[in-house]
T-cell receptor
């Protein structure tokens, strides 16, 4: 296992289409996070899973966004009816159980979404 | 919303010089982390400093934390062209169960050969 992987790396879609991204975390990590990063900004938290349970969702995650982690391993992030404002880099990260609240999150390479 | 603010937003120096980046944050934290991001790629974890620590070193990196001023600095000594990247500070939660990292806007560092 060489790290967190994401697929696809790039996605170009037309406004109104649905898109789905996949994240494969480091195998022994039980926590998985999704962040969104727009150009020139730092990543912003979207949601996180502990095993298969989605424990926190940002208000950035509108009802057009849904994330799943069905078996506690890989995760998918789906955006329905994409809008141009959804254009961003979507980053996935994973971590092991934190010790004393300290957790290093390992990031994947990201999926860059462009909505035309 | 972003918690931290990095200063400067962009920094350009000559290879071999030291680079200092600053980060300020707003709320109480458990830890502060620095990440590097090469253009268009994922983030790489550099160093974590706990709220009860004041300074930490890792190779050519030196991080300081002043919780009274809610600020941190990252010093890269003897910079190399490969250090060209964006650098982000991220604060870790103080509340058990809240695991998100809150990132600043980043400093874009350019090392000129």
């Amino acid at each position: 296992d060489t790290g967190v992987s994401q697929d696809p790396r790039h996605k170009i879609t037309k406004r109104g289409q649905n898109v789905t991204f996949r994240c494969d975390p480091i195998s022994e990590h039980n926590r998985l996070y999704w962040y969104r990063q727009t150009l020139g900004q730092g990543p912003e938290f979207l949601t996180y899973f502990q095993n298969e349970a989605q424990l926190e969702k940002s208000r950035l995650l509108s009802d057009r966004f849904s994330a799943e982690r069905p078996k506690g391993s890989f995760s998918t992030l789906e955006i329905q009816r994409t809008e141009q404002g959804d254009s961003a880099m979507y980053l996935c990260a994973s971590s092991s159980e934190p010790v004393l609240l300290y957790n290093e999150q390992f990031f994947g390479p990201g999926t860059r979404l462009t909505v035309l | 919303s972003q918690q931290g603010e990095e200063d400067p937003q962009a920094l350009s120096i000559q290879e071999g010089e030291n680079a200092t980046m600053n980060c300020s944050y707003k709320t109480s934290i458990n830890n502060l982390q620095w990440y590097r991001q090469n253009s268009g790629r994922g983030l790489v974890h550099l160093i974590l400093i706990r709220s009860n620590e004041r300074e930490k070193h890792s190779g050519r990196l030196r991080v300081t934390l002043d919780t009274s001023k809610k600020s941190s600095s990252l010093l890269i000594t003897a910079s190399r062209a490969a250090d060209t990247a964006s650098y982000f500070c991220a604060t870790g939660p103080i509340v058990q169960g809240a695991q998100k990292l809150v990132f600043g806007q980043g400093t874009r560092l350019t090392i000129n050969p």
